[in-house]
Structure formats: C-alpha cells, structure tokens
C-alpha cells in the first residue's frame, strides 16, 4: 500500500489531527492552558486501554475458534495498544512537569505504566520471533487481565479518580473530551490496520 490507499498516512492524518484539536482545548481555571496536556494524555491512555482490551477479547475469541484471522487481529490490536500506551509516557511525563512543576516518577500509575510498558515491549519483540498466532492472542490475553488487575489496585496521588472531566458537569468539556477519544481512537484503528496489512 503507498500514498492515499496506506493507514499509515491517515494514522499520520488521525493524530495531526488531535494534535489539533488539541490545541484548541478549553482552558480550566487552575490548570490553564496546561490541562489541554493533561486532555491529550487521558485520550490516549484510554485508547491504549482499549486497543489492549479489544485484542485480549479477539485473542479469546480466537483461541476459542482456533481462528488464524483472529488471531491476527488480535496481535495486531497488541501491538497498537503497547504502541498507545508506550508513547503515554513521555505525555504523563510532560503532564506533571507542566502541571505540578516536576516529575514523580514513584507515582503508583506512572510506576506501573513504565513496568507495563517495558514488559509488554519485551512480549511482543518474543511472541514476534516465535510466530505462534494463538500465544500471541493467549499472551495479549494475559497482560491485559494483569493490567486491568495491577491498575484497579494502583493509587491516586497526582491522578485524581476517574474521571473528573466526565465528572465535572461541564458539557462542553465533556463533549470535546468525547471528541478528542474518538479522534486517538480513529488513529488507532488505522494503525491496527497497517500492523495487520505487514
């Protein structure tokens, strides 16, 4: 695939974009212009979240089916959630140094974001040279229940509980919020369907 016709060019398109947007983001009395970093990082992890979230359920599925088109799927869906969740991190760093004038990194969440990130670094260069569809849908399987676990017993010291934007009552916040996820998703998806065409 090359020009038009790639995902990758409209991932590029997708995320400049939300980048965009972004940019565009309401202030908030407190935070300034800075909270428009804070929107950015809270899109994307949600979207590496889901992206993690949906190739664990195809993975299952696959297994299940002992499908191979799901299975590629599912590798596929891995890869751009570890993608997602791995750049998050230099956007929660950039967060707290804007927001709070410098980094913790012992933060319970940050903490666990960077243990994730190496580990499922390391699992998907492995399940790469192994070349076994159906580990590679049974592992994706596995980090995200370890995810979902490790982040429901994580802490909140600088992130407050989810969500306060939704929780704010401010509809028009909400709104590009909603706006801002539906974008990082789209961007997802497209480099789904690039992993998936290689």
Do not use: C
Request: aromatic share 14%; no cysteine.
């Amino acid at each position: 695939m090359s020009g038009l016709k790639s995902p990758f060019f409209w991932f590029i398109l997708a995320l400049l974009t939300t980048a965009g947007l972004t940019a565009l983001g309401p202030q908030e009395q407190s935070l300034g212009s800075n909270v428009r970093i804070v929107y950015l990082h809270g899109a994307w992890v949600l979207t590496a979240e889901a992206a993690l979230g949906v190739s664990a359920l195809v993975g299952l599925l696959g297994i299940l089916a002992r499908s191979d088109r799901l299975h590629q799927w599912s590798s596929a869906l891995g890869r751009t959630g570890l993608v997602f969740w791995v750049v998050d991190l230099p956007l929660s760093v950039w967060a707290m140094e804007a927001n709070w004038n410098g980094l913790f990194l012992s933060e319970p969440r940050f903490r666990l974001a960077v243990i994730f990130a190496v580990t499922g670094v390391l699992l998907q260069v492995g399940l790469t040279l192994l070349a076994k569809p159906a580990f590679t849908s049974l592992f994706n399987v596995l980090f995200f229940v370890a995810l979902w676990i490790g982040l429901k017993e994580a802490g909140y010291v600088l992130h407050p509980p989810p969500s306060p934007i939704f929780g704010s009552g401010i509809l028009s916040l909400e709104l590009f919020f909603i706006g801002l996820i539906l974008l990082t998703v789209i961007a997802a998806w497209f480099l789904t369907r690039w992993w998936h065409s290689r």
